[in-house]
């Protein structure tokens, strides 16, 4: 017997206490004890976790997933299979082409959640937007056969509005900027996606067990970088086969005139928890200011410099990061404390961070 456990969009940023993930989990959990094959899907948030909660509950599952042309199939089912740590005995996979995932994702999803429901079952509605296509969907199915199990059914809830912040400069520290003199900074932000690095099954057994705080806060990407002295390299942002970490030589007090929501990325460019070298020890890491341009000085560049190249901007104007950068990951380890310091929003903060790295802590606030 097959069946699907469905769940309207929800919260960007989903916790461990959301009443959707909480009755998501009860229901695989007697789908696996009922033996049940679970039709699931990658690309969004409410059809990842039922992947992630199938492989870790050994529950046997078809994954649908968008094929693109000239995709490759075998790399695709090796990649989700590394990044939910699939057993190939007990994943198939449904594959639905199409020309272009940016162009067509939106098909996609319509033709997915139409074949789910009409192939299942079994169906436990969970979290449904009244309004939604995938409601829609679920009340006029074709199969008129397939049974309804209710018992975990919960009401919608509207996603919060976004994660917005705003840095009071009436509680700055006075003296943030004399004590970070001659320091560039790398700022983190919460992520709505795994970390660099992480694995997608990671990322959802983190939300599992965060209970009502979201496990990808900026405050949280920053321990996770003093735990493992390593700043992981991103490619977000940057050109083709460049990863890099981005730091800025503003003063505090100047940058958080830059913490603002990006509407178009659903984030805050960044948020007051971040990671602060000396130049000199920058330098001798080989960090370099970035080279602000057009696309006609891009192509004038010498390969080695091309990773240095930042577009003055379109949408946006750049220039005023002044931002310096690192082409791969950062070791910590080899810097001298004394030319590291590390900055938190508040003052209460600092106890718990100075127990991931020896160097000082400064508060941004009182």
Not at 158 to 167: E, T
Not at 214 to 237: G, Q, Y
């Amino acid at each position: 017997m097959k069946a699907a456990v469905l769940n309207s969009r929800q919260n960007l940023r989903p916790t461990g206490s959301d009443r959707w993930v909480i009755n998501s989990r009860l229901a695989i959990k007697k789908i696996t004890e009922n033996n049940q094959i679970l039709l699931s899907s990658v690309g969004m948030n409410t059809w990842e976790f039922l992947v992630y909660l199938a492989a870790k509950n050994r529950t046997r599952q078809i994954i649908y997933s968008p094929l693109e042309e000239n995709q490759n199939k075998d790399a695709l089912i090796n990649y989700y299979t590394e990044q939910f740590r699939l057993s190939s005995s007990l994943t198939d996979w449904r594959f639905i082409k199409i020309k272009n995932i940016k162009n067509d994702y939106l098909d996609f999803q319509k033709e997915r959640d139409r074949l789910i429901i009409n192939n299942a079952d079994m169906i436990y509605p969970i979290a449904l937007r009244p309004d939604s296509t995938l409601a829609s969907l679920f009340n006029n199915r074709e199969q008129s056969m397939t049974k309804i199990a209710e018992e975990y059914r919960t009401d919608y809830v509207k996603p919060d509005q976004p994660c917005k912040m705003k840095i009071d400069r009436e509680s700055l520290n006075s003296n943030i900027d004399s004590r970070l003199n001659d320091f560039i900074i790398h700022w983190t932000r919460t992520s709505n996606n795994p970390w660099p690095g992480e694995r997608l099954y990671d990322y959802y057994d983190a939300i599992l067990l965060s209970g009502d705080h979201f496990p990808r806060s900026a405050h949280n990407t920053l321990t996770r970088i003093l735990r493992e002295k390593t700043i992981r390299a991103s490619s977000r942002h940057y050109h083709k086969g460049i990863s890099a970490v981005a730091f800025s030589e503003l003063k505090p007090s100047n940058a958080i005139n830059l913490m603002k929501w990006r509407a178009r990325y659903r984030e805050m460019t960044f948020e007051p928890y971040s990671i602060a070298i000396r130049k000199s020890a920058a330098e001798a890491l080989g960090i370099k200011k970035v080279i602000y341009g057009d696309k006609k000085i891009y192509g004038s560049l010498n390969a080695s410099d091309k990773p240095y190249f930042q577009s003055i901007g379109i949408k946006g104007f750049w220039v005023p990061e002044r931002e310096w950068r690192h082409s791969g990951d950062i070791d910590l380890s080899v810097i001298n404390p004394d030319d590291i310091k590390i900055i938190v929003w508040r003052e209460a903060e600092i106890h718990s961070v100075k127990k991931c790295i020896e160097c000082e802590v400064v508060a941004l606030c009182h």
